[in-house]
T-cell receptor
Framework: GQQLNQSPQSMFIQEGEDVSMNCTSS?????WLWYKQDPGEGPVLLIA?????ELTSNGRLTAQFGITRKDSFLNISASIPSDVGIYFCAAAANAGGTSYGKLTFGQGTILTVHP | DGGITQSPKYLFRKEGQNVTLSCEQNLNHDAMYWYRQDPGQGLRLIYY???????QKGDIAEGYSVSREKKESFPLTVTSAQKNPTAFYLC?????????????FGNGTRLTVT
């Protein structure tokens, strides 16, 4: 089946540093999403990407939909303690012209920010 | 405020018992989903429902059952046939079953079976 390889698995950084994480796949996807999950909570949507090559920002977050449609990255600039959490990439694909709501999720990147 | 409510937050059951997890949404979304989350793994799709009175198996449906009798409700039953039921269960919804309709998640139910 389709799989997303998300890296790194975990990151330990100092407050103020920039963060970069990415997701790759051998399959082509038509939508890439990035979610953040706080401990004991459900994931919250950060950024949605719908077009190959698209670069989108949301405050200190920037994400790009890879031109090959097989990857995406998320950057966080000037990290702060509340950035702590698990970040998931997710992707969806069309099949035969029919849209599907099924998402494939990466394994997650655990981010720890030291004050 | 609109949102997705999962209850209870924590649930404890003895092995061999069926248990039902509640999920209610007041977002007027057509599609609803159940995911399972295990430590160090991504979310895995259990069941989904594109519209009321319809539901389909996801990637790991064995040992689970659902119903969708009302648009706002999508309860998940974890049966005794599920071999490893202890996990964090997440319910989600989206406006429609379409590719550019992102999922909105509830806050999850942590089920522990001993």
């Amino acid at each position: 089946g389709q799989q997303l390889n998300q890296s790194p698995q975990s990151m330990f950084i100092q407050e103020g540093e920039d963060v970069s994480m990415n997701c790759t796949s051998s399959s082509i996807f038509n939508t890439w999403l990035w979610y953040k999950q706080d401990p004991g909570e459900g994931p919250v949507l950060l950024i949605a990407l719908y077009k190959a090559g698209e670069l989108t920002s949301n405050g200190r977050l920037t994400a790009q939909f890879g031109i090959t449609r097989k990857d995406s990255f998320l950057n966080i600039s000037a990290s702060i303690p509340s950035d702590v959490g698990i970040y998931f990439c997710a992707a969806a694909a069309n099949a035969g012209g029919t849209s599907y709501g099924k998402l494939t999720f990466g394994q997650g990147t655990i981010l720890t920010v030291h004050p | 405020d609109g949102g997705i409510t999962q209850s209870p937050k924590y649930l404890f059951r003895k092995e061999g018992q069926n248990v039902t997890l509640s999920c209610e949404q007041n977002l007027n979304h057509d599609a609803m989903y159940w995911y399972r989350q295990d430590p160090g793994q991504g979310l895995r799709l259990i069941y989904y429902s594109q519209i009321v009175n319809d539901f389909q198996k996801g990637d790991i449906a064995e040992g689970y059952s659902v119903s969708r009798e009302k648009k706002e409700s999508f309860p998940l039953t974890v049966t005794s046939a599920q071999k490893n039921p202890t996990a964090f269960y997440l319910c989600a919804s989206s406006i429609q079953w379409v590719i550019n309709s992102p999922l909105h998640f509830g806050n999850g139910t942590r089920l522990t079976v001993t």
